[in-house]
Protein backbone atom coordinates (compact mmCIF):
# COMPACT_ATOMS: atom_id res chain seq x y z
CA UNK A 1 0.00 0.00 0.00
CA UNK A 2 1.65 3.62 -1.05
CA UNK A 3 2.07 6.63 1.82
CA UNK A 4 -0.07 9.02 1.27
CA UNK A 5 2.57 10.98 -0.29
CA UNK A 6 3.59 9.28 -3.42
CA UNK A 7 -0.89 9.11 -4.14
CA UNK A 8 -0.60 12.72 -3.95
CA UNK A 9 2.37 13.49 -5.47
CA UNK A 10 1.41 11.07 -8.53
CA UNK A 11 -1.82 12.44 -8.41
CA UNK A 12 -0.45 15.70 -9.03
CA UNK A 13 2.01 14.29 -12.02
CA UNK A 14 -1.32 13.38 -13.71
CA UNK A 15 -3.10 16.34 -12.83
CA UNK A 16 -0.33 18.19 -14.67
CA UNK A 17 -0.01 15.74 -17.80
CA UNK A 18 -4.01 16.26 -18.35
CA UNK A 19 -3.32 19.95 -18.29
CA UNK A 20 -0.59 20.08 -20.80
CA UNK A 21 -2.36 17.09 -23.06
CA UNK A 22 -5.69 19.70 -22.68
CA UNK A 23 -3.31 22.36 -23.63
CA UNK A 24 -2.06 20.88 -26.81
CA UNK A 25 -5.18 19.40 -27.84
CA UNK A 26 -6.61 23.39 -27.97
CA UNK A 27 -3.42 24.37 -29.96
CA UNK A 28 -3.77 21.36 -32.41
CA UNK A 29 -7.55 22.57 -32.86
CA UNK A 30 -6.85 26.40 -33.32
CA UNK A 31 -4.12 24.99 -35.98
CA UNK A 32 -6.52 22.43 -37.83
CA UNK A 33 -9.03 25.40 -38.23
CA UNK A 34 -6.38 27.94 -39.94
CA UNK A 35 -5.60 25.39 -42.01
CA UNK A 36 -9.14 24.69 -42.91
CA UNK A 37 -9.87 28.18 -43.44
CA UNK A 38 -6.81 28.63 -45.80
CA UNK A 39 -7.81 25.43 -47.88
CA UNK A 40 -10.93 26.90 -47.91
CA UNK A 41 -9.80 30.06 -49.74
CA UNK A 42 -7.34 28.24 -51.92
CA UNK A 43 -10.53 26.34 -52.68
CA UNK A 44 -12.83 29.47 -53.90
CA UNK A 45 -9.45 31.12 -55.54
CA UNK A 46 -8.89 27.69 -57.75
CA UNK A 47 -12.90 27.53 -58.59
CA UNK A 48 -12.07 31.60 -59.82
CA UNK A 49 -8.71 31.00 -61.78
CA UNK A 50 -10.68 28.16 -63.49
CA UNK A 51 -13.84 30.50 -64.13
CA UNK A 52 -11.62 33.03 -65.77
CA UNK A 53 -9.87 30.53 -67.86
CA UNK A 54 -13.22 29.47 -69.15
CA UNK A 55 -14.50 32.79 -69.55
CA UNK A 56 -11.04 33.87 -71.69
CA UNK A 57 -12.19 31.40 -74.47
CA UNK A 58 -8.32 30.22 -74.52
CA UNK A 59 -8.72 26.75 -74.24
CA UNK A 60 -6.13 25.91 -76.83
CA UNK A 61 -3.03 24.49 -75.79
CA UNK A 62 -0.18 26.86 -75.48
CA UNK A 63 3.60 26.06 -75.48
CA UNK A 64 5.37 27.25 -72.56
CA UNK A 65 8.36 28.20 -74.89
CA UNK A 66 6.30 30.99 -75.80
CA UNK A 67 5.91 31.96 -71.86
CA UNK A 68 9.57 32.21 -71.60
CA UNK A 69 10.91 35.96 -70.53
CA UNK A 70 13.27 37.45 -73.27
CA UNK A 71 16.21 36.92 -71.32
CA UNK A 72 16.22 33.23 -71.95
Do not use: C, W
Amino acid sequence: MENPEDMARRLTELEIKASYADDLMDQLNKTVFRQQQQLDMLLREVAVLRRQLTDSGTAAPRNPRDELPPHY
